[in-house]
């Protein structure tokens, strides 16, 4: 919406929506079947040194590596920051379709995420001897600049409800099953 007077012009544009009755029929399906579950499928191929590539679907390759320090090429982002792009995404994801069940008509939403990281085990590669627990992400800093048609308590309220069910958020806080074996 744009309006002009002869010593102001605002302009009011809002982030491309989502559609409403669709997200409302999913959630109604999410409601009648609560085990439901889908499957993410990525098939990764090494470059050489820490470049590889990720397949997902039908998409460009997600490309991955490590900085120059860590004996990488320093082309593309690393591992963890990957990751923290995951979650970032996937808050987002949520803040808009909360967003837009709630009728709140966002205008900015940017995700900046922190991780801190280390890797003294060296990949298990002669490293410092660790415990699982003491390895990967050992904090997580998120901060949400979000603008919208609703008060700032209100666009709060919708970043914690999205942080409460982000699947990905929550991939990170609970442990969950994983295995890892040979390809046959």
């Given at each position: ?32 079947n ?42 593309a ?12 995404g ?16 966002l205008?900015k ?8 990281i280390g890797?003294p ?12 627990a003491?390895?990967g992400f050992?904090?997580?800093?998120v901060k ?13 309220k919708i970043v914690?409800?999205?942080?409460f069910y ?15 074996s040979?390809?046959?």
């Amino acid at each position: 919406m744009t309006t002009t007077t002869e010593s102001t012009k605002t302009v009011t544009a809002s982030l491309r929506p989502i559609d409403r009755e669709g997200l409302l029929a999913f959630a109604e399906k999410g409601r009648n079947n609560t085990t439901s579950r889908g499957t993410n499928k990525v098939h990764t191929v090494m470059e050489g040194q820490y470049r590889s590539f990720s397949y997902v679907a039908d998409h460009h390759p997600v490309v991955v590596d490590e900085p120059l320090h860590l004996f990488g090429q320093n082309t593309a982002p690393a591992p963890g920051e990957i990751v923290l792009s995951g979650l970032g995404g996937c808050l987002a994801v949520g803040i808009t379709a909360v967003a837009t069940q709630r009728q709140v008509s966002l205008s900015k939403l940017e995700i900046f995420l922190e991780g801190d990281i280390g890797n003294p085990a060296a990949w298990g590669a002669g490293g410092a001897e660790m415990a699982p627990a003491d390895m990967g992400f050992q904090a997580i800093r998120v901060k949400v600049l979000i603008e919208g048609n609703a008060s700032r308590e209100d666009l709060d309220k919708i970043v914690q409800h999205a942080n409460f069910y982000s699947p990905v958020a929550n991939t990170m806080r609970n442990p969950i099953p994983f295995e890892i074996s040979l390809a046959d």
